[in-house]
């Protein structure tokens, strides 16, 4: 049985109370006894309106089940994250009238990096991320609370076969574009003003050679440094807003 089949967990407060505005479904709340006030007090409030059940529980208990050791004094538990299929990002992208931006990580394995990555995507308008079922971390408690609740805006698919998806993006009319240290094109030289999915490739390998054979073109992020690699996370939100910055 895969991890997303059981439930999961949303933890701290912002992160439940993005929850809670996002209306997706949840089993119950755990609240540490006596932290029933400030934004603690919101959420009880939103999840009474909602019909949420809420328990009390010693804060031990929240600290023994908590993800992410930072739950200050509040867990929602939830059901598993509800992944989309790859159309409803190209729908959601035609709702809107605009070009598809998506986004395809090949084997991001660090949940804060993830986390990171979809809370840059939904500020800078990307309609959906494509991530592997196998090599990749998966929507859990972490990337939630990194994504400082983004990750309940943002439609997310898991694929079988990353190359296989491609294939179908561009019969459908979308340019793949990679991001590879080796190529000689600066990503501020690229037009992405066309419908796109941007590839970022995992922390410590990149993308796989398959998946970069597979790319309509590459770009590369220049490094002044002694460091020769960003973290994936940041490398991402460069590519990202430079999407935005030549989408006007």
Known sequence: MENDEYIDQVEGRNAVLEL???????????????????????????????KIPITEVDRSKLNKISQTQNHQGV??????????????????????KEQPFILILDGIEDPHNLGSII???????????????????TVNSTVS??????VEYMKIARVNNINETIRQ?????????????ETETIYTKQDY???????????GFGMSRLVKENCD????????????SLNA???????????????G
């Open 20 to 50: 809670l505005e996002s209306e997706r479904d949840i089993n119950k709340i755990l609240i540490a006894n006596g932290e029933k006030h400030g934004s603690i007090y919101k959420i009880i409030s939103i999840a009474k309106e909602r």
């Open 75 to 96: 867990i929602a538990i939830v059901p598993p994250f509800n992944y989309c299929e790859v159309d409803e990002i190209l729908e959601l992208a035609n709702e809107k």
């Open 119 to 137: 809370r840059t995507a939904e500020t800078s308008g990307v309609h959906g991320i494509i991530i592997p079922k196998r090599r990749s971390a």
């Open 145 to 150: 609370k990194v994504s400082a609740g983004a």
């Open 169 to 181: 993006l561009k019969k459908q009319g979308i340019w793949i574009c990679g991001t590879d240290m």
């Open 193 to 203: 003003r066309l419908p796109i999915a941007i590839v970022i490739g995992s922390e």
């Open 217 to 228: 073109f590459l770009v590369k992020i220049p490094m002044k440094g002694k460091i020769n």
């Open 233 to 247: 996370s940041v490398s991402a939100g460069i590519i990202m807003y430079e999407v935005v910055r030549k989408r």
